[in-house]
């Protein structure tokens, strides 16, 4: 359960279906060339908030299927229908999947003890560990040292998908728990976190550039922190021009440029215009042979 994790895309076609095909290919990529250490599934890269019930569960057997026990497999399951939640987490767990993960409630503001409820109600019901995924500024949801204390209390919490470029309450994380499993969750961030001794990384860049994300993580394991450096500065190179150029389309096209069948983005995310798809395929070029 440890290094580096892609949060993976999802193939869909002009009408929002799963392109299960293009799905397959998109895994395929990510551990046979990206060489990834895990995949996150359904997670924001996965566009997991602008899909039904069904197709997460499709998504969710299709890549449990082709992964058949090469890599880990952690299942993004949060929904702000805690019921959905519920029926997911059983799901992958009666499915085989490892571990969990669900992001913290968002939208209604809920207060701290709503979401620890949250988080323990649907432990009482599956019989997995979770981790939680923390991502405040999408969810609006900051939480400090002691409530992430309050919800590692729960013995199957077993770690948090942390995503917000706090280094100070992420050192204190890590100082204070060094039995929880934690990951960063900004790409572009990965060095620095590695060098706080995250035991890994989950990301939607390293769909595509996995292998530079293992070697910074490899490398800063090593204490090799200026090689570490070098592989981060060309990573951030690639992953401003592909936040530029509009970030889940790009990875996709660049996907699409290597032959992977990864489709397009679900509404109301737009395709890239012309101009926009020649930029990903020069990214692509210049960036990753
Ligand atoms: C997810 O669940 O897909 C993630 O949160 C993966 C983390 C990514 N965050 C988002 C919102 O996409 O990989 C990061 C991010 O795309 C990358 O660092 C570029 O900013």
């Not at 069904?54 to 058949?68: A, L, M, N, R």
């Not at 019921?83 to 701290?112: C, H, Q, R, W």
């Not at 936040?243 to 889940?248: A, D, I, P, S």
Request: aromatic share 10%; net charge negative.
């Amino acid at each position: 359960m440890k290094g580096i994790f892609s949060a993976l895309m999802c193939s869909f076609d002009e009408r929002g279906n799963v392109n299960e095909k293009g799905l397959r290919e998109i895994i395929r990529y990510n551990l046979d060339v990206c060489k990834v250490d895990g995949l996150y599934v359904n997670g924001s890269t996965g566009e997991n908030f602008l899909i039904s019930t069904e197709q997460k569960k499709q998504i969710f057997e299709t890549v449990y299927d082709e992964v058949g026990g090469e890599v880990p497999l952690i299942a993004q399951i949060g929904s702000l229908n805690i019921d959905e939640a519920i029926d997911l987490g059983k799901f992958v767990t009666g499915m085989g999947y490892n571990a969990i993960s669900a992001v913290t409630p968002f939208y209604y503001k809920f207060n701290f003890e709503e979401i620890k409820d949250y988080y323990d109600t649907i432990l009482k019901e599956v019989d997995n560990q979770l981790i939680i995924y923390s991502i405040p500024a999408l969810t609006g949801v900051h939480m400090n040292l002691d409530q992430f204390a309050e919800l590692f209390n729960n013995s199957k919490v077993i770690g948090v998908k942390f995503t917000a470029p706090d280094f100070y309450l992420l050192e204190r994380i890590r100082h204070t728990f060094p039995d929880k499993l934690i990951y960063s969750g900004f790409d572009e961030m990965l060095l620095s976190a590695s060098v706080l001794n995250v035991d890994g990384a989950i990301g939607s860049t390293f769909n595509i550039n996995g292998q530079r994300a293992k070697q910074i993580f490899d490398f800063v394991q090593k204490g090799q922190l200026q090689e570490a450096l070098a592989i981060q500065k060309v990573t951030n190179d690639l992953i401003s021009e592909v936040l530029e150029n509009g970030l889940y389309q790009t990875i996709k096209q660049i996907l699409q440029s290597k032959g992977v069948d990864a489709g397009v983005c679900r509404k109301p995310m737009k395709p890239l215009a012309t101009e926009k798809l020649e930029v990903a395929n020069t990214i692509g070029k210049r960036y990753l042979q």
